[in-house]
């Protein structure tokens, strides 16, 4: 038996773990769920897996929790030194699928088990991608990529020749807004921007993806993952999101991943790791596909992702300002306080009006983290105010 927790269970890739966890009941010990307050289920779940913890990190939730679970024998704790205990119980398997570098101090923990750890939590990878894959090289821990696009490349590559490699290229389906003018993107709301053309994601990601500040993300979580320069990763849009990316040998060979646009793919290889297992999926219609697209991304349309390959290209603390300015206001654009345009403004405002020195450990990353999010508080109330005057 394997045993598997959970980080982030009760959200999008959090309920798809479950779901091929609970349909092999006898392959998985699940020890720890964690949710931030969906205490019913967060609760549900750990009843049905019979989980030996379930922990909401917000402290606020724990009360409900214990009440959810009382005559249950399941542990109930909160607050977030309880999730980072949760991370630590000794999982062989851990999937890190919080939202945001709310997720970076789980991660940590999982990773100085130095057993595997399966990774969606991309924020984390972002913001600290130095100390995050230095601490699992010393631990000895694993990191197995979920993100679909570097589960792909991960598929693609052959140990024996990662130097033989040209570049990657990753996918980007270029999200809702894909064939948009500028001048439509002002009144886009929340409703539109979650509304994925293929993928069902939380809130956050699909906002990312509508304004492609996800494949930017994505590029530095590649960059982190796999030891590659920067000008050896590409995106391009591929509006059917059949390849989920590909590896470019220095022979002229490419290897793509194909499949369907479920996370369930991604999440069943790093569950299986290095071995396969079955999910509820059906075989991919080609012929009803019946054709793969690709088009180059329009950086000045979606002015994130330039903003995310200069961070990338620039490392030190860029990324992780890139990051919390994104993550600030991606919350301020779905609870309506600025416009979808506005998110690329105040990241791109924020790493203008910050340059702190390199982080090298993970408190030195949260530092850079809050002082990128003041700046960008300000930014949108600034912003608000304009709209307001
Ligand atoms: P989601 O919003 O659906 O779920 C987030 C989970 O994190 C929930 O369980 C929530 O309770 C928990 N959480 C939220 N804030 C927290 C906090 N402050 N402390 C502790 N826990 C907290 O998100 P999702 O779509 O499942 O995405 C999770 C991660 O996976 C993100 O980093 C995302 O970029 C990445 N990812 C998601 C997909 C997808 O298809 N959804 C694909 C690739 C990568
Ligand atoms: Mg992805």
């Not at 990774?119 to 699992?136: C, P, Y």
């Not at 679909?148 to 991960?154: D, G, K, L, T, V």
């Not at 995106?235 to 290897?255: A, N």
């Not at 910050?354 to 002082?371: I, Q, R």
Request: some cysteine; overall charge negative.
């Amino acid at each position: 038996m394997k045993r598997v927790t959970i980080l982030g269970a009760t959200g999008s890739v959090g309920t798809s773990t479950l779901d091929l966890i609970e349909r092999q009941p006898d392959a998985f010990d699940v020890l720890a769920l964690t949710a931030n307050c969906d205490v019913e289920g967060l609760a549900k779940a750990a009843i049905r897996t019979r989980a030996q913890r379930a922990v909401v990190a917000d402290e606020g939730c724990l009360d409900a929790l214990q009440a959810a679970l009382a005559g249950t024998g399941i542990e109930a704790a909160g607050g977030t030194q309880a999730v980072c205990d949760a991370a630590a119980m000794g999982a062989d398997w851990t999937m890190a699928a919080i939202v945001g570098c709310a997720g970076l101090k789980p991660v940590m923990a999982a990773l100085e088990g130095g057993r595997a750890v399966a990774l969606a939590n991309k924020e984390a990878l972002v913001s600290a991608g130095d100390v995050m894959t230095a601490a699992a090289t010393r631990a000895g821990a694993t990191l197995l990529p979920v993100d679909s696009e570097h589960n792909a490349i991960f598929q693609c590559l052959e140990p024996a020749n990662r130097d033989r490699i040209r570049r990657i290229v990753l996918t980007a389906s270029g999200g809702p807004f894909r064939d948009w003018p500028t001048d439509r993107m002002h009144s886009i709301t929340p409703a539109q921007a979650v509304a994925h053309p293929n993928w069902s994601m939380g809130a956050k990601i699909s906002v990312d993806s509508a304004t492609m500040m996800n494949k930017g993300l994505e590029l530095i979580e590649a960059r982190h993952l796999f030891a590659v320069l920067p000008d050896q990763l590409e995106v391009i849009v591929h509006r059917q999101s059949v390849i989920h990316s590909m590896v470019e040998y220095v022979d002229g060979s490419i290897l793509a991943q194909l499949g369907p646009p479920d996370m369930r793919v991604p999440i069943a290889h790093a569950l299986a790791w290095p071995e396969r297992m079955a999910t509820p999926l059906g075989p991919l219609d080609l012929a009803g596909i019946g054709r793969l697209d690709f088009e180059a991304a329009d950086e000045d349309r979606f002015p994130a992702l330039r903003l995310a390959r200069q961070a990338m290209v620039a490392g030190g603390a860029r990324p992780a300002i890139l990051n919390a300015a994104n993550e600030v206001a991606v919350a301020a654009f779905l609870g309506g306080r600025i416009g979808f345009l506005e998110i690329a403004a105040i990241v791109a405002d924020t790493l203008d009006a910050y340059d702190p020195g390199s982080p090298d450990s993970l408190d030195a990353v949260l530092d850079v983290d809050a002082g990128a999010r003041r700046i960008a508080a300000d930014r949108v109330e600034g912003g608000v105010a304009r709209m307001s005057a």
